[in-house]
């Protein structure tokens, strides 16, 4: 049997629905000396910023009960370098590439978006990163600037555009509305959860950063609450993340209404979890005899 | 450069070889035996989620299937590393990073402390394989059972010297460094170091001061081990950006990166 | 060396600041079988109700990875039961007994307080259970309502008040300081995040009650976070829970600014955990020749 | 009643008997002995918090300071346990609940499904050892080889039912039960039974229609196993409130409970 697992993102199609998590697969260019990327629905950037930014002191990497507190602070080498040296290696990838951007004012996005527009497939617009001290998390958890932020990023670009948003709220279907009635074409969360991690010997924080965003196994009952309760709250399409690990916690999102699913730290524990997990996929459907992966999105729902 | 790839692997000998370290030999299928002295590998620990992430080893030697590795326990991981029994199987990916580049005339000095050893011994049993000559000089607290093992590995190449003087030399491994250069008759020096970072940034002070070129290699906090979260960034000297030390390093020229 | 681990909410003088969670110690008699508990700080009771409550259908236990989802729905034999059948048992404990209490509107948390007030040592005010479909966390996720069951359990009671919030806000600090403002005499956190686990077999939630709440290790690190945020906003004690297993643990949370701890979970795992933790606190003071619990409470700070 | 202990518990046999399932020997210093059929311990999977909850298990068998049990590999934390290793270490709190009562002058008959056997098979050991006369009924999917080691233990006192009819009986446990009854010479008659759910719904109606006392084993999914977290709640029959599986359990008598 041939299972479909095409879909789309407004316009967008994709081969398949899983994607790399922004910041947890670089650029994608180190990973495809380690597996074929292509193979993938598509890849989602490091978050780029206009100005380069040195990120936040090491350590950036402190471990949890299954999670991991990150707290790189968006290093990456600015727009231009984006553009000068990553941009023509990353066109030869044969797979959707969603450009992950993200400023300290709503300008900044905007400037970001019109400046990539023809550039890349699609946009993931980060309002949602908890490890900067101005913009990212602090956006997302307003739903004022969520509206000013999607707003201006839509007027500067035609290509699909995905809001990634914070779990860090007290109501997160609010801010997927939000961004579905300012023009986002598809809605992805969770980006991590603010933490803090102490070295109980030396009386400070593990982390350079003092605090971090936690991701990884420990967050997936979270996200995958987060992730239900948009999927009910818009009629755009959601992208699942958060502890994704293995193929049945991707099938746990799809049915929870996600439509297509991120990678992230599940990538520094296996270099292909994002492919396994793609294969998983596949083979679950086949074995279960379900023909087109929308058959099970949002199949679940109270008891 | 070799491919990276993750070898499922299984423990063939595992031994206590010091108060808390073990002398770990793995079997390694489809492994073509090839790595440069100072590459590393991440280690996953076990098969659940906790702890989550792998853990970064240098390659102490290696040859075609086979891998060994020195483990200190220090934490959770390496414990449940240290632990593991003959026939036990994990995954072991690498090799990974950029190791230690010998391609020049000078008399290679291998300077270790502690556990910096590990990537320092891979070098010499290399330099040693090559019929180079080359000296180490190794640092520790106390006289240990590890100072023993490098000693009769490395014979006469090695000084050995201790902070409590309870063997050889009462000093550090950088102290001990001036006198030792101004005792041997070779005058174009190379150093190799790996040891914790207040060593590594006496020894690149010392190399500026002397006008000698410095190799060191460095540890940080790892996500991936491959370059991809830049959690293990460390900033470039005299210039802005950083290099990672899982993908650009381990081991840089110390006038590449500020530590 | 004697180290000193006495601590006072308001009036009301604890031995120690061990003390156990709401649900996950009965009343604490079962668990006197298991070990003398009188050597606790104090045991807070499950929460109770004025009538009694089914609670939620089974399953209602879920495991995550490193964590445990939660639906009991507030099962409990309701106040009259407690006042017959427990209240006459748990007075003959030596040590503080803490009666959670929950409502659905204000007036029953009033009326609660009333009942138990010369009964028990301390209220914790428990507005933050996910899994209940009237009051609970619904309470605690706005501002108004904390303060309207605040001040009416203030009005009914001069026992030492504990609120206990829950962490699935935007900003958890204020809700800290509105319980401060309207009487509360200290500040517990967190009780449990929502969330969902899919069986993907069934095409269910692995919950009768559909969603549950996180606890266990997996939530420390947002624990902590937490209680570090309303330590820094408040002036009254804070009490620190969330996936507290070992002493260590425990040393992050006076770190981070709690004044003493709740082991929840933990009983799970190890029926005598608050105890070990205990155990550790003390010898951990004692090694690093602290002769006071207070001297570490709330040292460290952003780097 | 025996005091609730966490005893740290060592492997001493642990042997595949059928797929997927094995036979469990640890040796529990400190433990007396006593335990009563049905009573059951929550066995602590390992060192890390994945998983991080106990898993509960019936008693097998037990002697001073010996357990039995039978661990059936269904999801991550039963297959870690199974894999276990001689000398292998771990925690196993117990006993717990409250097991099976036999003081009646009625004849026992064990009705027993799948790994529903486990309580029953100590209870039938019991009777053994108090020289009782009793029955035990076993129904299994298809013949395997635990219904073997049945057989071969209590002998003619088994019968075996599969439900696909590769070895005695093509019937279910309960299906079988009827006739039974009817060939034997006993007339009082007290069942005792363990299995999936739609088993002990089916016993229960059974000893209703035929004013035959019933006692079950249930199974919830358990939080703490001592009574505290709610867990594993189970409704009364013919009033309201709720009891517990784990501490008014897991034994009840079927008229207590509705399932
Ligand atoms: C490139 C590289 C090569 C290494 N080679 C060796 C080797 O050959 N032999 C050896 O014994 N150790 C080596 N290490 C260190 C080893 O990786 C750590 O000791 C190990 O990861 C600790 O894991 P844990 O779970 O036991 O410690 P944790 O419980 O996580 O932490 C315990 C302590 O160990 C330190 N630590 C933890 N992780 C790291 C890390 N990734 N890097 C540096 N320090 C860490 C922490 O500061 C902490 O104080 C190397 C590290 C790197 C980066
Ligand atoms: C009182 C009692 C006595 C038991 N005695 C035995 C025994 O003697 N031998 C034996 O093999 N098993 C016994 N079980 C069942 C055993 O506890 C579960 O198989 C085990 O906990 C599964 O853990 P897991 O991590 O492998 O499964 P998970 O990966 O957590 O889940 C896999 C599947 O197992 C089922 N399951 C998981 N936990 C439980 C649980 N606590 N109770 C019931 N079902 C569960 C789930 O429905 C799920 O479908 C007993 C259960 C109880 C409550
Ligand atoms: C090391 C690290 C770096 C990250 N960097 C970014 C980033 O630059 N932009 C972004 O939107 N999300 C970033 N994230 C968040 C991830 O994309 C993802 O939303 C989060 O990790 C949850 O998914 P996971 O549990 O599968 O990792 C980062 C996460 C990690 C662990
Ligand atoms: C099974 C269970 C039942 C709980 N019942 C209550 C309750 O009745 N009232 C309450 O305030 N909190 C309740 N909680 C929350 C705990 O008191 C605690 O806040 C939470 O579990 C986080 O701490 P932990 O990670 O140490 O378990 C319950 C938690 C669990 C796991
Ligand atoms: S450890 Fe991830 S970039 Fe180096
Ligand atoms: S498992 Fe906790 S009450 Fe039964």
């Known amino acids: 049997m041939k299972v479909d697992l095409t879909t789309n993102i407004g316009s967008l199609k994709f081969k398949n629905p899983v994607l790399t998590a922004s910041g947890t697969f670089g650029y994608g260019l180190l990973m495809n000396e380690i597996f074929e990327i292509s193979e993938l629905g598509g890849i989602i950037t490091k978050s780029i910023t206009l100005s380069k930014r040195e990120g936040n002191p090491v350590p950036r990497i402190a471990e949890t009960a299954c999670g991991i507190l990150n707290s790189i602070g968006l290093e990456n080498k600015g727009i231009d370098n984006f553009f000068s040296e990553i941009l023509p290696e990353i066109r030869k990838l044969k797979t ?8 300290e004012t709503e300008h900044e996005y905007g400037s970001l978006a019109e400046r990539l527009d023809k550039y890349v497939n699609a946009f993931e617009v980060n309002i949602s990163c908890p490890n900067v001290k101005k913009g990212g998390m602090s956006f997302g958890q307003d739903l004022t600037s969520t509206k000013r932020v999607v707003k201006k990023v839509r007027e500067k670009t035609s290509l699909p555009l995905i809001v990634k948003l914070t779990p860090n709220v007290t109501k997160v279907e ?7 009635d300012n023009g986002a074409n598809a809605i992805s969360l969770v980006n991590t959860y603010k933490g803090l991690s102490i070295d109980v010997k030396r009386r400070k924080s593990k982390l350079g950063g003092f605090t971090g965003g936690l991701s990884g196994p420990a967050i997936k009952p979270l996200a995958l609450y987060a992730v239900w309760k948009i ?37 520094f524990r296996d270099p292909d979890a994002s492919l396994s997990i793609l294969e998983g996929i596949r083979n679950f459907l086949e074995t279960e005899g379900i023909k087109n992966i929308k058959e099970i999105i949002g199949v679940i729902d109270e008891n | 450069m070799n491919k990276i790839r993750d070898y499922y692997s299984t423990v063939v000998n595992n031994t206590l070889i010091d108060n808390n370290i073990y002398l770990l030999e793995m079997f390694l299928p489809g492994f073509n035996g090839m790595a440069e002295p100072g590459q590393f590998v991440m280690i996953k620990v076990n098969e659940t989620y906790d702890p989550f992430l792998r853990r970064p080893y240098s390659i102490l030697e290696c040859s075609k299937e086979k891998m060994k590795f020195l483990i200190k326990i220090v934490g959770k991981g390496s414990k449940m590393i240290a632990h593991k029994k003959m026939n036990d199987k994990f995954n072991i990916l690498g090799p990974l990073g950029v190791g230690f580049r010998v391609n020049s005339n000078r008399y290679p000095v291998l300077v270790a402390g502690g556990m910096g050893i590990a990537p320092l011994w891979f070098l010499a049993k290399r330099l040693n394989s090559q019929k180079k000559k080359f000296s180490i000089i190794y640092g520790e607290r106390s006289a240990s059972p590890l100072g023993d093992k490098i000693k009769k590995t490395f014979k006469k190449k090695v000084l050995l010297v ?30 190799f170091s790996c040891g914790p970072p207040g060593m590594l940034k006496e020894i690149t002070n010392f190399g500026i ?3 000698i070129p410095v190799s060191i290699s460095l540890e940080e906090r790892m996500g991936c081990g491959i370059g991809v ?18 993908k650009d390093g381990p081991v840089f020229r110390a006038e590449e990166v500020s530590i």
Not at chain 1, 174 to 180: C, L, R, V
Not at chain 2, 229 to 246: E, I, P, Q
């Open chain 1, 96 to 103: 959707n590439i969603i450009a992950s951007i993200a400023g």
């Open chain 1, 174 to 180: 609010d801010f997927g509305k939000m961004s579905e």
């Open chain 1, 231 to 267: 999927a009910r709250n818009v009629n755009i399409p959601v992208i699942g993340c958060g502890g994704i690990s293995d193929f049945t916690d991707a099938i746990e999102f799809f049915m929870a209404g996600a439509s297509l699913i991120e990678v992230g730290s599940a990538t």
């Open chain 2, 162 to 191: 201790t902070d409590d003087g309870s063997r050889g030399l009462k000093s550090t491994a950088t102290g001990a460094l001036s006198a030792f250069l101004d005792n041997i008759t070779y005058k174009k020096i190379v150093l």
């Open chain 2, 209 to 211: 001061k002397r006008k």
């Open chain 2, 229 to 246: 979260c830049l959690g293990c960034s460390v900033k470039r000297k005299n210039t802005d950006g950083f290099l990672t030390v899982c």
